[in-house]
């Protein structure tokens, strides 16, 4: 009985911190989709090309610290390193909205990229200190979920604030939430069960022969250099930057290509826009209790990447001529482009020890930001050039299939071999109680 109420406490206390942060770190980092449609452009006399490369920016600062950021996470504290984090990306997300020229945007834009990019790894590896592997795809979802819920409430929001007030104002009045929340982290966030003072001896103590458990199978790496060598990580890397482009060109040119394939306000814009994220969030909660249930991660990988890749294909096929259409098939490949992203975290603690996982989730996401990059800044140059979004849906689509196809190619361990080890400490713990 202990047990189950150990992991109740878990869930209850530390996923609505865990969403809210990163809810707040993936806010910024969309509504530059919403600026783009609604005047920021002609303000600060920004080229399209322009504007493409500003829109990708924030994916360059964000590569080049992503392991940085997880190898102090691992190493010292994931508490501290979110904090100023939180504060520095507040600040720098409201100085958006009073920059008086396009150069100061660049300058601004490459720093959100610099501070933000240490939120997804720390958070990964502070899940990693606090869920099993049975847990680990639920725990990763809705870590992950702060992204499309965000995206899904940030559409709206972002409509009516830029209809009624101005872009600027929407930079802002978004940006202060974050600034505030630093100070909420800091006094609710323990780095790991040991510091929890709402956890008992017990519960501690179950807790952490569950996670050493589940070490004992994975064959060891001794260091980083060896860990990012590995070709598993290297298809991994690969996988998530062909994955990312197609996600990251979708969610910030979905506002500017709904409002060119319809003529519509940014309210209408900002509710179109919600709905994929929507369908997002249900397919993800379903896709992780499914891959936590059979502990099949790639099962629930590559398919929804194949639908998705498919979706895009058959939107770019029925052209600009069928909105609705087009739109209906925009809503699948959002669902089915978010659904796997917690059994794909989940692959890689199952594959490598503790002591290197989280700088290779690190380097993984890194690679997903540069795929992000050359999603944000080719998708907005294909859109700016051909004035159609169908060359973009076919570089969406063709990117995809090649992450569905690196996903089958990859070879995992079964995890049901070596869950009961973990899973026994788990019962005599709770026996014992």
Same mark, same amino acid.
């Given at each position: 009985?202990?047990?189950?109420? /150990?992991a109740s406490? #878990?869930?209850w ?9 990163y809810? /707040? ?6 509504? &530059? ?34 392991v ?21 990306w $507040?600040?720098?997300?409201? +100085? ?28 990964l ?5 606090w869920f099993?592997?049975?847990? #680990?795809?639920r725990? @990763? ?11 899904l ?13 101005? *872009?600027? *104002? ?10 505030i929340?630093?100070f909420i982290?800091? #006094?609710?966030?323990?780095? #790991? ?6 956890l008992?001896?017990?519960?501690? =103590?179950?807790?952490?022969?569950? /996670?050493?458990?589940? =070490?004992? $199978?994975?064959?060891?790496?001794? @260091? ?14 690969? =996988? ?6 197609g ?10 290509i709904?409002?060119a394939?319809?003529?519509?306000d940014?309210i ?14 249900i ?11 059979? =502990? ?5 990988? *590559?398919?929804?990447?194949? +639908? ?7 939107? &770019? ?19 089915? %482009? ?9 692959? !890689? ?6 002591n ?15 795929g ?5 800044? /080719?998708?907005?140059?294909? @859109?700016?050039?051909?004035?159609d ?6 570089? %969406?689509?063709?990117?995809?299939? !090649?992450?569905?196809?690196l996903t089958?190619?990859?070879?995992t ?21």
């Amino acid at each position: 009985m202990e047990k189950l109420k /150990l992991a109740s406490r #878990r869930w209850w206390y530390l996923m609505p911190i865990v969403f809210i942060t990163y809810s /707040l770190a993936y806010l910024d980092r969309a509504n &530059y989709g919403f600026a783009a449609a609604s005047g920021m452009a002609h303000d600060l006399q920004i080229t399209p090309g322009l504007s493409s490369m500003l829109g990708a920016l924030f994916f360059l600062g964000y590569f080049f610290f992503q392991v940085p950021g997880a190898i102090y996470a691992e190493k010292h504290s994931v508490k501290k390193l979110i904090f100023v984090s939180l504060i520095l990306w $507040g600040g720098l997300a409201s +100085l958006t909205g009073v920059v008086d020229s396009a150069y100061w945007l660049v300058v601004i834009r490459f720093l959100l990229g610099v501070v933000e990019a240490v939120v997804m790894p720390a958070m990964l590896v502070y899940l990693c200190h606090w869920f099993t592997r049975a847990e #680990r795809s639920r725990a @990763n979802t809705f870590l992950i979920l702060g992204n499309p819920v965000t995206m899904l409430w940030m559409s709206v929001v972002s409509g009516y604030l830029v209809q009624h007030f101005s *872009w600027r *104002w929407m930079f802002i009045i978004e940006g202060l939430p974050a600034v505030i929340w630093a100070f909420i982290w800091w #006094r609710l966030a323990d780095d #790991r069960p040991q510091q929890a003072k709402w956890l008992s001896d017990a519960d501690k =103590q179950a807790l952490q022969t569950a /996670l050493e458990a589940e =070490q004992q $199978g994975i064959k060891p790496v001794k @260091n980083y250099a060896e860990a990012f060598r590995s070709p598993k990580v290297i298809l991994l890397s690969v =996988q998530y930057f062909c994955w990312s482009i197609g996600v990251y060109g979708f969610v910030l040119w979905l506002p500017s290509i709904l409002k060119a394939g319809q003529e519509m306000d940014m309210i209408e814009a900002g509710w179109l826009s919600a709905l994929p994220y929507l369908a997002a969030v249900i397919a993800m909660v379903l896709v992780s209790w499914g891959s936590d249930k059979l =502990q099949k991660r790639k099962r629930f990988v *590559w398919p929804p990447l194949l +639908l998705a890749a498919v979706a895009f294909y058959a939107s &770019y096929a029925l052209g600009s001529q069928h909105f609705w259409w087009s739109y209906g098939l925009l809503v699948l490949a959002a669902a089915c %482009m978010y659904a796997p992203y917690g059994p794909f975290f989940a692959i !890689i603690p199952e594959i490598l020890p503790g002591n290197v996982a989280g700088g290779a989730m690190a380097l993984i996401n890194s690679m997903g930001a540069l795929g992000s990059f050359g999603g944000s800044y /080719l998708v907005g140059y294909l @859109n700016a050039t051909t004035g159609d979004p169908g060359a973009s849906y076919l570089l %969406m689509s063709g990117a995809l299939l !090649i992450s569905a196809v690196l996903t089958i190619a990859l070879k995992t361990r079964d995890t049901q071999k070596v869950a009961p080890q973990a899973s026994l400490v788990g019962h005599a713990r709770a026996g014992s109680h």
